[in-house]
């Protein structure tokens, strides 16, 4: 087979890949072939990579870690709520359930990608399933309930005071937590970076600022977008952070995780076979009902005009932060506006891609990128030594983004988890 060195980009060919256990042991041309295998995966002509993490979703269901790995993630960061039944997807269930199914998989009792959960998040807003974070000390209590879900991080959501996201701050860095997530307005974006704050999920106003340095570009993004001349001064101190925030960003290595699969849904709530997407026949009864009936509210209510102008932004955004060397990650948000498990994964990839990623940039966005995000060093790559989840596809990724889709085979800690043929 051929191994794809995902930080390279080389392709080495006609390869033998040998695995014990969960653990990649041996990368060997073929003429050393020695025959001592006990399992053997032809891969002649294949291309072998590193499996996927998804680094934002909200898991509502048991079906969606079956999901995951047949499209070949075997992580996946999830971002926070707590829900007992699926709601619109843009919220996950509670970190108990989530840690019992996190356990099992551990044992071996069912199978599912590595979770890393967040619980409830805090949130300036009141939303009902948050954690209030609107003082020091509801920060303070909220900590309290955050450290009995035996959470893998803190999540932060919106309008959340100054002090009070500086305490959230100094709590993580004495817990040991990270915190990523949402901004909020009480603070630049560079302030937010400086505060430690991991990674940047979505394209909230304060981050899309940071798409051109030209100001007179962003003033007619304004005007097309019906900014009026007070929101205009509003703004103002983003835009005038935007090269703050850039440099923040490199010195605190803080990620951005743009999610564009999910703005990109808000564009096709007119698409049938976008809703009606046979995929999504995967999920159960309970979570479908109340997607589509989501997909179809949300139409009604469509800012056709708005939405494209974000998606162009948005494109431009991820394209200038990546010349710049800021850190992506992929993340689907899904099933927030329909997201399907796994799936969405690799549309965000695509995504990516037309934005001006390159397709190998692309790839490390969901592999050696998550693997440093999280600190792991054998995971994320295909070299000895390196843990052995892995996915064989039939053809060339780097040549086509579309092929991360050309699945043959899903390798989960060593073990075959599909192969088709
Ligand atoms: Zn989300």
Redesign the pocket.
């Known amino acids: 087979m051929n191994v794809i060195d995902v930080i390279t980009g080389d392709i080495i060919e006609n390869q033998d890949v040998l695995i014990k256990d969960s653990t990649i042991v041996t990368i060997l041309g073929k003429s050393e072939n020695n025959g001592i295998y006990k399992e053997r995966i032809d891969g002649t002509g294949k291309y072998l990579i590193p499996a996927f993490w998804d680094m934002?979703v909200?898991i509502q269901d048991s079906s969606y870690l079956k999901m995951f790995l047949d499209y070949g993630i075997v992580g996946v960061r999830d971002?926070g709520g707590c829900v007992s039944i699926p709601t619109d997807g843009?919220e996950s269930l509670c970190p108990d359930i989530l840690n019992k199914w996190k356990e099992k998989i551990h044992n071996g009792e069912i199978k599912g990608p590595e979770l890393y959960i967040s619980g409830p998040p805090l949130s300036g807003t009141g939303w009902s399933t948050s954690l209030a974070a609107t003082s020091i000390e509801e920060v303070q209590n909220s900590f309290e309930i955050i450290l009995n879900n035996q959470v893998d991080f803190v999540k932060v959501y919106e309008n959340i005071p100054a002090d009070a996201y500086r305490e959230i701050a100094r709590l993580c860095k004495i817990h040991n937590l990270d915190f990523a997530g949402h901004v909020s307005e009480s603070l630049l974006l560079s302030e937010i970076s400086d505060l430690g704050q991991k990674s940047i999920?979505?394209i909230r106003e304060q981050i899309l600022y940071c798409y051109t340095n030209d100001p007179n570009e962003l003033e007619s993004f304004m005007v097309e977008d019906s900014y009026s001349k007070e929101d205009r001064e509003f703004v103002k101190p983003w835009i005038d952070d935007t090269q703050n925030a850039i440099e923040a960003f490199k010195r605190n290595k803080t990620w951005f995780v743009p999610?564009m699969t999910v703005q990109f849904a808000r564009q096709r709530y007119n698409d049938s076979t976008w809703i009606h997407n046979p995929l999504r026949k995967q999920l159960p009864k309970s979570v479908n009902d109340v997607l589509i009936k989501y997909l179809e509210r949300m139409r009604e209510n469509q800012d056709k005009k708005g939405d494209s102008l974000w998606w162009s932004a948005l494109q431009k955004l991820v394209n200038r932060l990546n010349d710049e060397g800021i850190g992506l990650l992929a993340g689907s948000?899904l099933t927030?506006e329909g997201g399907i498990p796994g799936f969405s994964l690799h549309e965000e990839l695509k995504f990516l891609v037309n934005a001006g990623l390159s397709p190998l940039q692309a790839l490390q966005t969901a592999t050696i990128n998550p693997a440093t995000y999280f600190g792991l060093n054998s995971s994320g790559k295909v070299e000895e030594n390196y843990s052995a989840d892995l996915i064989l596809l039939n053809k060339n990724p780097l040549k086509s983004i579309d092929n991360t889709l050309s699945i043959n085979t899903v390798i989960r800690k060593g073990k075959i988890y599909i192969k088709k043929d």
């Open positions: 934002h909200h971002m843009c999920e979505h999610t948000d927030c």
